[in-house]
């Protein structure tokens, strides 16, 4: 189980799977998509930034909308700038981002 304090009323925010089942995050306007291995989502009323504090040593945050498990990541493409998951899913990584040692 993920929990995730918040800052209001001594809530924690929790969700019913692991770190290890999630393959990215989609962030979505105030709302976060979880996308697990399995191919099911999950929908968080948080936004990405909520969740970022608490990302595991294994994701990084690749752009403004998506974060990604690094075990997933299958090619960097460094021509279009993006990286491609193991689902087939392709991202593209930010400017800023891309000057990490691990895109280079």
Known sequence: MIQVPASYYNYNHQLPFSW??????????????????????????????????FLPSGFVRVHKGHAVNLS?????????????????FCCKVARRRWKNPMFM
């Open 20 to 53: 290890q089942d999630v393959l990215r995050l989609e962030g979505s306007r105030n709302y976060t998509i979880f996308v697990l291995f399995d191919g099911s989502q999950h929908i968080s009323t948080k936004s990405l930034g909520n969740y970022e504090a």
């Open 72 to 88: 997933a990541v299958v090619a960097v493409h460094k021509s279009s700038k993006t990286v491609e998951l193991s689902d087939g």
